[in-house]
């Protein structure tokens, strides 16, 4: 493998799972979502989960 192909591979590894924006390097590694994403997607949840009641 080369280190131009680990760079990339790192890269795509760093872009938002939802919208495909690269993502920060203080983002964690185990994070697939952008923090626009991550907190949509919880308000998202959090409405969902009020409205059902
Ligand atoms: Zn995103």
């Not at 697939?32 to 998202?44: I, L």
């Amino acid at each position: 493998m080369t280190p131009v192909a680990t760079f990339f591979r790192n890269l795509e590894a760093k872009c938002c799972a939802a919208c495909g924006q690269a993502m920060t390097e203080q983002a964690e590694s185990y994070m697939t979502e952008c923090f626009d994403c991550q907190e949509k997607a919880s308000k998202d949840a959090y409405l969902y989960y009020y409205s059902k009641r």
